[in-house]
């Protein structure tokens, strides 16, 4: 039990928190706040999103970087890093804001509307890939992670980081959808519970489209276990 005790405070203790906040004023964006306990070194590097999926320079819609606990410089020639100064094992807190890269709602048949990689945050909803609002230290990928969403009352909110035991892979590989026209549907495949997240209005059968990602979703896990 002793030993036990002490593994789960080290995880504690190594766990890197985000607070995710909707604002609608002045404009829509996330508001992020990321708490970790700084580098050993005195030096922490936080990589910012960059590049991903054909995607390029997506830490422009990033802007607001603050730091509590240390001081922040950007290399040379490295837009997407920050390396923040402090005290070995200092507690860090960052906060930083993301703006939306649409100005309306994404339209098939606007460019980039088929697979919009980038941040959609819209005042009454939002869609958004880890990829493209989380800011990571540059240690292990399986560094243990939460996140937290705030959203307005009445909004409906599907998130990958709703689940326990995350890690920082889980976190960068994540898709969030939330807004107060999202519809949420539970299915049960094999291994698990199955989410389905609807927004907008389809042109075709919701209860149909439901029933092809359950089948589909089931095939899959039959497959691959």
């Known amino acids: 039990p002793a ?5 789960g405070a080290a995880a504690l203790d190594q766990r890197v928190d985000y607070s995710v906040r909707f604002s609608a004023t002045p404009e829509p964006e996330l508001e992020v706040t990321l708490t970790l306990k700084g580098d ?23 802007s607001n970087f603050v730091v ?56 009454d909803w939002f869609n958004v890939l880890g990829n493209s609002v989380f800011a990571l230290p540059a240690s292990e990928i399986t560094r243990p992670a939460r996140v937290r969403w705030q959203v307005p009352r ?22 969030t959808l939330a807004g107060s026209d999202v519809r949420l549907y539970s299915q049960t495949v094999e291994g698990g519970p199955l989410r ?8 075709l059968d919701e209860a149909e489209l439901v029933r092809a990602v359950t089948t589909v979703s089931q095939a899959q896990r039959r497959f691959w276990g």
């Open 68 to 123: 509590q606990g240390g001081t922040v410089e950007t290399p040379n020639g490295r837009p997407a890093t920050r390396i923040i100064r402090h005290q070995p094992g200092q507690r860090l807190r960052i906060n930083y804001r993301v703006s939306s890269a649409w100005q309306a709602d994404p339209v098939i048949g606007m460019p980039g509307a088929s697979n919009p990689y980038r941040p959609v945050i819209r005042p």
């Open 154 to 175: 009445g909004w409906t909110l599907a998130s990958d980081t709703q689940h326990p035991d995350l890690d920082l892979e889980d976190v960068v590989d994540s898709v």
């Open 196 to 203: 389905i997240a609807v927004h907008g209005r389809l042109q």
């Open 40 to 62: 050993a070194d005195g030096a922490t590097q936080i990589n910012l999103p960059d590049r991903w999926a054909g995607e390029q320079r997506l830490y422009e819609l990033l």
């Open 3 to 7: 030993l036990l005790a002490a593994g």
